[in-house]
């Protein structure tokens, strides 16, 4: 069954908030909620909303083959490497083609990049540039695809800074707090689309017998205090002492905190979506191997920070909030500690003060539960 009433809150003074209504007959789909947002900014253009419902049809068009992922020849990796090193599954080369082709030709992109891709996707010459850059991943824990775990898309949206006409690496490579619109899609049990726009984090839930998104998780709110810890513990001998004694904390083994459960599925999407609705901390710290762990500021860090965010938790990366890091390049990694606030915080503050300074691990006790 669909759930609540959205209430728009800041409206223009001159006219009534508008409020969209579910009924037995009337259903929410993400069109009509984006148009209903889109009318809280007299200033907008549309630009906005069109490039929302491209990514909203892109991501049907993958829900599709994920779908369908064990019937066609579309399972298993292809002969190429991502610029990550990684090997890149085909899935995930089809789902960065089928977002680029969504968006590259409605007139409100004036560059792409993606995790898939080295440099910037420029849009094609014979189409107009429009003032926004979409920067994603086009399916996210991609390795789980052959084993049928839920695998995600995240994206993230950033206005043009610059003059020139087409977008450049400084429009790509702004902190996430100048977000305006940020969102993922979750292919599991259902395919969920979450997004914000910076007025509360909505999720939208694919109807497959409609082939439309309803809203079904209006304004989300995130608990204070997670129940779950989503961390990849085979790691644990490579992390800093700080970071193992703040593992510690979250298991309740230090600092008088109830210890949380542990769910690592090792899909950020289907991590982070759990954690958003149930309450709960992914954690990606950084290790000996990896000196900035292993995820994207970019096309993971900030999208995911910003949803967070707007349902009422939070994102660092152990020393600086994620949103007012300054990207230097495209595929940055940063580590990252998301999700309910009050374990954030204590991840803030053990990790953010000095590693041998033993009245940190003291303060703790006091964060979270
Ligand atoms: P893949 O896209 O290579 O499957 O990586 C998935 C991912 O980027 C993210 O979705 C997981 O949270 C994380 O990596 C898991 O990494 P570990 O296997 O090192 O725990």
Redesign the pocket.
């Known amino acids: 069954m669909l759930a609540g009433i959205p209430r728009f809150e800041s409206v223009p003074p001159t006219r009534k908030p508008e409020v969209v209504k579910h009924t037995a007959t009337s259903v929410v789909t993400i069109e009509r909620f984006i148009i209903e947002q889109e009318k809280l900014h007299p200033e907008a253009t549309g630009e906005l909303s069109g490039l929302l419902y491209d990514l909203a049809l892109a991501a049907k068009m993958i829900a599709n083959k994920v779908r369908s992922a064990g019937l066609a020849d579309i399972l298993g990796a292809t002969d190429l490497e991502n610029v990550q090193g ?1 090997t890149q599954q085909k899935l995930d080369v089809l789902a960065n083609e089928i977002i680029i082709k969504a968006v590259d030709h409605g007139g409100r992109l004036c560059a792409m990049a993606s995790e898939e891709e080295p440099g910037i996707i420029d849009i094609p010459e014979h189409f107009r540039c429009g003032k926004y850059c979409l920067l994603f991943d086009p ?6 695809i052959d084993v049928n775990v839920p695998v995600g898309t995240i994206f993230s949206v950033v206005r043009k800074i610059t003059r020139s006409n087409r977008g450049e690496m400084e429009d790509m490579l702004q902190p996430g707090r100048r977000q305006v619109a940020a969102g993922y899609v979750i292919y599991g049990s259902s395919t969920m689309m979450v997004y914000t726009t910076g007025q509360g984090a909505h999720g939208f839930t694919l109807d497959p017998s409609l082939g439309e998104f309803l809203l079904s998780h209006p304004n989300i709110r995130t608990p204070a205090v997670g129940r779950y810890l989503s961390v ?1 513990d085979s ?1 644990h001998g490579q992390w800093e002492p700080e970071v193992q004694g703040l593992m510690r904390y979250y298991r309740g083994q230090e600092g008088g905190r109830q210890p949380m459960s542990t769910r ?1 599925v ?4 289907a ?1 982070f979506h759990r954690n958003l609705l149930g309450g709960g901390l992914f954690a ?1 710290p950084a290790n000996r191997r990896n000196k900035n762990g ?2 994207r500021l970019l096309y ?1 860090g900030n999208p995911l920070a910003f949803i967070v965010e707007q349902a009422g938790g939070a994102a660092t990366d152990g020393t600086q909030r994620i949103l007012d890091i300054q990207p230097t390049e495209l595929h940055q990694r940063t580590p990252l500690f998301i999700g309910s606030k009050n374990d954030v915080d204590a991840a803030r503050s053990m990790l953010g003060e000095s590693p041998r300074d033993a009245s940190a691990r003291t303060a703790v006790g006091s964060v979270g539960a």
């Open positions: 990684e399916l996210d824990g991609s390795s789980n990849n790691y690592y090792g899909s950020l999407v991590d990606y292993k995820l993971e």
